[in-house]
């Protein structure tokens, strides 16, 4: 790889895939306030793919506004049900009330990944994956999330899919990447087309 890499993220999980595809990107978090940029889709009629797509980039953007020539990936994840946009639960109790309203029925993922030089973005993509949960009671809940912990508060529907999260569902339909946040195979590809990745 002849330029560096930089991810726009703090997620360990993201940083995960990318280590165990061979990619070596730097984490430099960006430190934008995701709900400020949200705040004005709100009322635009943006559906859940574009707020990914638009937080994606706005993450990429401003990280590689800082880091000249560097390709800056940056990666969004939006959770909707019913029509209703859903962010990472504050507290447990939070938690819970998001547990109870994904219970028995099917939510997406929609999964923005964005490539960023010089403060501009060069590449955008969405995928979409959809996670129907079994009906859960409310001691089940308690139970999942004891056993969880708090590390449930960094993902917007409170469970890992490569975690204890996986005993919540019933059905996944999309590739496990979208379900993490990071859809690598599309990703991969561009890296390829960017001279970025040799193989």
């Known amino acids: 790889m002849g330029e560096a890499l930089v991810l726009a993220s703090g997620s360990r999980h993201r940083q995960a895939l990318l280590r165990q595809a061979g990619i070596a990107a730097e984490a430099d978090p960006s430190n934008?306030?995701?709900r400020l940029v949200?705040?004005?889709?709100?009322?635009?009629?943006?559906?859940p793919d574009e707020v990914a797509l638009v937080l994606a980039e706005a993450k990429a953007t401003d990280v590689s506004a800082r880091r000249p020539g560097?390709?800056?990936i940056g990666a969004d994840q939006v959770l909707s049900v019913g029509g209703t946009v859903l962010h990472k639960p504050a507290d447990m109790e939070a938690a819970r009330r998001t547990l109870l309203a994904l219970s028995g029925?099917?939510?997406?993922?929609?999964s923005a990944v964005v490539l960023a030089r010089d403060g501009e973005a060069v590449w955008?993509?969405?995928?979409?994956?959809?996670?129907?949960f079994r009906s859960l009671t409310p001691?089940?809940?308690g139970r999942y999330l004891a056993a969880a912990g708090e590390g449930v508060l960094?993902?917007?529907?409170?469970?890992?899919v490569e975690g204890l999260g996986l005993r919540l569902m019933e059905r996944i339909e999309g590739d496990l990447f979208t379900v993490i946040g990071l859809p690598m195979l599309p990703l991969l590809a561009e890296l390829r087309a960017q001279g970025a990745l040799d193989a």
């Not at 949200?38 to 559906?47: I, K, N, R, V, Y």
């Not at 029925?105 to 929609?110: C, E, F, P, S």
Request: aromatic fraction near 2%; hydrophobic fraction near 35%; charged fraction near 20%.
């Open 32 to 34: 934008l306030d995701e």
């Open 38 to 47: 949200e705040a004005p889709l709100g009322g635009s009629g943006a559906t």
């Open 70 to 72: 560097a390709l800056v």
């Open 105 to 110: 029925r099917t939510h997406h993922l929609d």
């Open 124 to 132: 955008r993509h969405v995928s979409r994956a959809s996670i129907t």
């Open 139 to 141: 001691p089940e809940i």
């Open 154 to 160: 960094t993902s917007v529907g409170a469970y890992q």
